[in-house]
T-cell receptor, first 119, second 113 residues
Framework: GAVVSQHPSRVICKSGTSVKIECRSL??????MFWYRQFPKQSLMLMAT?????????EQGVEKDKFLINHASLTLSTLTVTSAHPEDSSFYIC???????????????FGPGTRLTVT | GNSVTQMEGPVTLSEEAFLTINCTYT??????LFWYVQYPGEGLQLLLK?????DKGSNKGFEATYRKETTSFHLEKGSVQVSDSAVYFC????????????FGAGTQVVVTP
Protein backbone atom coordinates (compact mmCIF):
# COMPACT_ATOMS: atom_id res chain seq x y z
CA GLY A 1 0.00 0.00 0.00
CA ALA A 2 0.80 3.73 -0.05
CA VAL A 3 2.06 3.87 -3.62
CA VAL A 4 2.71 7.16 -5.35
CA SER A 5 3.28 7.36 -9.09
CA GLN A 6 4.63 10.12 -11.26
CA HIS A 7 4.22 10.68 -14.95
CA PRO A 8 6.23 11.08 -17.04
CA SER A 9 9.40 9.59 -15.62
CA ARG A 10 11.50 11.54 -18.09
CA VAL A 11 10.69 14.51 -20.29
CA ILE A 12 12.72 16.64 -22.64
CA CYS A 13 11.29 19.95 -23.75
CA LYS A 14 12.46 22.98 -25.61
CA SER A 15 13.19 26.26 -23.93
CA GLY A 16 10.09 28.43 -23.69
CA THR A 17 7.58 25.61 -23.63
CA SER A 18 5.58 24.34 -20.67
CA VAL A 19 5.58 20.86 -19.26
CA LYS A 20 3.16 19.19 -16.85
CA ILE A 21 4.13 16.52 -14.34
CA GLU A 22 1.48 14.39 -12.67
CA CYS A 23 1.63 12.89 -9.21
CA ARG A 24 -0.93 10.30 -8.19
CA SER A 25 -1.62 8.41 -5.00
CA LEU A 26 -2.73 5.00 -6.21
CA UNK A 27 -4.22 3.36 -3.16
CA UNK A 28 -4.91 6.09 -0.65
CA UNK A 29 -6.31 9.57 -0.40
CA UNK A 30 -3.66 12.23 -0.24
CA UNK A 31 -4.96 15.31 1.47
CA UNK A 32 -1.53 16.88 1.33
CA MET A 33 1.07 16.56 -1.38
CA PHE A 34 4.54 18.02 -1.58
CA TRP A 35 6.75 18.89 -4.52
CA TYR A 36 10.53 18.73 -4.24
CA ARG A 37 13.40 19.49 -6.51
CA GLN A 38 16.63 17.54 -6.34
CA PHE A 39 19.83 18.67 -7.95
CA PRO A 40 22.54 16.15 -8.83
CA LYS A 41 24.21 14.73 -5.74
CA GLN A 42 22.30 17.14 -3.53
CA SER A 43 19.45 17.00 -1.13
CA LEU A 44 15.79 17.56 -1.79
CA MET A 45 14.55 21.10 -1.73
CA LEU A 46 10.90 21.55 -0.87
CA MET A 47 9.19 23.71 -3.45
CA ALA A 48 5.60 23.77 -2.27
CA THR A 49 2.92 22.13 -0.21
CA UNK A 50 -0.48 21.56 -1.70
CA UNK A 51 -3.67 20.67 0.09
CA UNK A 52 -6.60 19.29 -1.85
CA UNK A 53 -8.98 21.99 -2.98
CA UNK A 54 -6.87 24.95 -1.94
CA UNK A 55 -3.99 26.97 -3.30
CA UNK A 56 -0.49 25.66 -2.89
CA UNK A 57 1.86 27.18 -0.35
CA UNK A 58 5.22 27.93 -1.90
CA GLU A 59 8.55 27.99 -0.12
CA GLN A 60 10.53 31.17 -0.08
CA GLY A 61 12.34 31.76 -3.34
CA VAL A 62 10.12 29.52 -5.45
CA GLU A 63 8.31 31.37 -8.24
CA LYS A 64 4.66 30.44 -8.02
CA ASP A 65 3.91 31.82 -11.48
CA LYS A 66 6.57 29.61 -12.96
CA PHE A 67 5.80 26.43 -11.05
CA LEU A 68 2.03 26.05 -11.13
CA ILE A 69 0.67 23.45 -8.75
CA ASN A 70 -2.86 22.11 -8.85
CA HIS A 71 -4.29 19.62 -6.36
CA ALA A 72 -7.75 19.18 -7.72
CA SER A 73 -8.54 15.79 -6.23
CA LEU A 74 -7.51 13.59 -3.34
CA THR A 75 -5.42 11.42 -5.64
CA LEU A 76 -3.88 13.82 -8.13
CA SER A 77 -1.57 16.80 -8.01
CA THR A 78 0.10 18.39 -11.00
CA LEU A 79 3.18 20.57 -11.35
CA THR A 80 3.41 22.67 -14.49
CA VAL A 81 6.73 24.27 -15.30
CA THR A 82 5.85 27.25 -17.46
CA SER A 83 8.16 28.84 -20.00
CA ALA A 84 10.85 26.37 -19.10
CA HIS A 85 14.52 27.29 -19.32
CA PRO A 86 17.64 25.13 -19.14
CA GLU A 87 18.15 26.11 -15.50
CA ASP A 88 14.83 24.42 -14.71
CA SER A 89 16.36 21.10 -15.68
CA SER A 90 16.24 18.96 -12.58
CA PHE A 91 14.76 15.94 -10.88
CA TYR A 92 11.28 16.70 -9.56
CA ILE A 93 9.83 14.51 -6.85
CA CYS A 94 6.41 14.50 -5.31
CA UNK A 95 5.28 12.97 -2.08
CA UNK A 96 1.97 12.50 -0.38
CA UNK A 97 0.57 12.09 3.09
CA UNK A 98 -2.18 9.67 3.97
CA UNK A 99 -3.95 11.64 6.65
CA UNK A 100 -6.21 8.80 7.66
CA UNK A 101 -3.30 6.43 8.21
CA UNK A 102 -0.71 8.78 9.61
CA UNK A 103 -2.62 11.12 11.85
CA UNK A 104 -0.09 11.04 14.64
CA UNK A 105 3.11 11.42 12.74
CA UNK A 106 4.06 12.81 9.44
CA UNK A 107 5.15 10.07 7.11
CA UNK A 108 5.35 10.90 3.43
CA UNK A 109 5.24 8.49 0.53
CA PHE A 110 7.43 9.45 -2.37
CA GLY A 111 6.97 9.13 -6.07
CA PRO A 112 9.83 7.83 -8.22
CA GLY A 113 10.59 11.27 -9.61
CA THR A 114 10.55 12.95 -13.01
CA ARG A 115 13.72 13.92 -14.82
CA LEU A 116 13.15 17.18 -16.71
CA THR A 117 15.65 18.30 -19.31
CA VAL A 118 15.14 21.64 -21.00
CA THR A 119 17.12 22.13 -24.19
CA GLY B 1 14.48 27.60 11.86
CA ASN B 2 14.76 23.84 11.68
CA SER B 3 17.77 22.18 10.16
CA VAL B 4 19.35 18.77 9.72
CA THR B 5 23.06 18.13 9.48
CA GLN B 6 24.47 14.81 8.43
CA MET B 7 27.94 13.61 7.70
CA GLU B 8 29.28 14.08 4.24
CA GLY B 9 29.95 11.20 1.97
CA PRO B 10 30.74 9.21 0.15
CA VAL B 11 31.29 6.54 2.73
CA THR B 12 33.00 3.49 1.29
CA LEU B 13 32.88 0.23 3.22
CA SER B 14 33.63 -3.40 2.70
CA GLU B 15 30.84 -5.93 2.94
CA GLU B 16 30.05 -6.97 6.54
CA ALA B 17 31.58 -3.78 7.96
CA PHE B 18 29.84 -1.62 10.56
CA LEU B 19 28.09 1.46 9.25
CA THR B 20 27.25 4.61 11.13
CA ILE B 21 25.97 7.84 9.63
CA ASN B 22 25.76 10.78 11.99
CA CYS B 23 22.75 13.06 11.97
CA THR B 24 22.03 16.01 14.24
CA TYR B 25 19.15 18.40 14.12
CA THR B 26 17.87 21.72 15.39
CA UNK B 27 14.18 22.25 15.88
CA UNK B 28 11.96 24.56 17.85
CA UNK B 29 9.51 21.87 18.90
CA UNK B 30 9.49 18.11 19.26
CA UNK B 31 9.90 16.81 15.75
CA UNK B 32 9.49 13.37 14.29
CA LEU B 33 12.72 12.02 12.83
CA PHE B 34 13.20 9.89 9.76
CA TRP B 35 15.81 8.12 7.71
CA TYR B 36 15.04 7.78 4.02
CA VAL B 37 17.02 5.73 1.52
CA GLN B 38 17.36 6.33 -2.19
CA TYR B 39 18.67 3.41 -4.19
CA PRO B 40 20.22 4.14 -7.59
CA GLY B 41 17.54 5.10 -10.08
CA GLU B 42 14.72 4.86 -7.57
CA GLY B 43 12.60 7.18 -5.45
CA LEU B 44 13.00 7.77 -1.74
CA GLN B 45 11.83 5.09 0.61
CA LEU B 46 11.26 5.42 4.31
CA LEU B 47 13.83 3.32 6.11
CA LEU B 48 12.87 3.99 9.70
CA LYS B 49 11.34 6.61 11.96
CA UNK B 50 11.04 7.75 15.56
CA UNK B 51 8.41 10.09 16.86
CA UNK B 52 9.55 10.90 20.39
CA UNK B 53 12.63 11.00 22.55
CA UNK B 54 14.33 7.65 23.28
CA ASP B 55 12.34 5.89 20.58
CA LYS B 56 14.39 3.48 18.51
CA GLY B 57 13.49 3.02 14.90
CA SER B 58 14.63 -0.16 13.17
CA ASN B 59 14.25 -1.82 9.81
CA LYS B 60 16.30 -4.17 7.60
CA GLY B 61 19.04 -4.34 10.20
CA PHE B 62 19.33 -0.56 10.46
CA GLU B 63 18.72 1.23 13.75
CA ALA B 64 18.55 4.81 14.97
CA THR B 65 17.68 6.19 18.39
CA TYR B 66 16.05 9.59 18.94
CA ARG B 67 18.37 11.34 21.40
CA LYS B 68 16.81 14.57 22.58
CA GLU B 69 19.70 15.46 24.88
CA THR B 70 22.20 15.41 22.04
CA THR B 71 19.65 16.28 19.30
CA SER B 72 20.88 13.33 17.29
CA PHE B 73 19.48 10.46 15.27
CA HIS B 74 22.49 8.49 14.10
CA LEU B 75 21.93 5.59 11.71
CA GLU B 76 23.74 2.30 12.33
CA LYS B 77 23.96 -1.15 10.81
CA GLY B 78 26.13 -3.89 12.16
CA SER B 79 26.97 -5.69 8.93
CA VAL B 80 26.38 -4.01 5.59
CA GLN B 81 25.78 -5.72 2.29
CA VAL B 82 26.48 -4.60 -1.26
CA SER B 83 22.75 -4.08 -1.66
CA ASP B 84 22.89 -1.35 1.01
CA SER B 85 24.73 0.91 -1.41
CA ALA B 86 22.50 3.96 -1.68
CA VAL B 87 22.08 7.55 -0.58
CA TYR B 88 20.73 7.96 2.94
CA PHE B 89 18.82 11.07 4.01
CA CYS B 90 18.09 12.13 7.56
CA UNK B 91 14.97 14.25 7.89
CA UNK B 92 12.71 15.85 10.44
CA UNK B 93 9.11 16.94 10.49
CA UNK B 94 7.92 19.42 13.04
CA UNK B 95 4.51 19.41 14.65
CA UNK B 96 2.08 21.71 12.92
CA UNK B 97 4.06 21.97 9.72
CA UNK B 98 1.63 19.87 7.64
CA UNK B 99 4.27 17.20 7.71
CA UNK B 100 6.83 19.20 5.78
CA UNK B 101 10.15 17.41 5.76
CA UNK B 102 13.46 19.12 6.30
CA PHE B 103 16.17 16.96 4.75
CA GLY B 104 19.84 16.68 5.45
CA ALA B 105 22.24 16.80 2.53
CA GLY B 106 22.32 13.05 2.09
CA THR B 107 25.17 10.61 2.55
CA GLN B 108 26.19 8.27 -0.23
CA VAL B 109 27.20 4.84 0.97
CA VAL B 110 29.17 2.50 -1.26
CA VAL B 111 29.63 -1.09 -0.12
CA THR B 112 32.23 -3.14 -1.95
CA PRO B 113 32.38 -6.95 -2.06
Amino acid sequence: GAVVSQHPSRVICKSGTSVKIECRSLDFQATTMFWYRQFPKQSLMLMATSNEGSKATYEQGVEKDKFLINHASLTLSTLTVTSAHPEDSSFYICSARDLLRDRDYYEQYFGPGTRLTVT
Amino acid sequence: GNSVTQMEGPVTLSEEAFLTINCTYTATGYPSLFWYVQYPGEGLQLLLKATKADDKGSNKGFEATYRKETTSFHLEKGSVQVSDSAVYFCALSDVGSWGKLQFGAGTQVVVTP
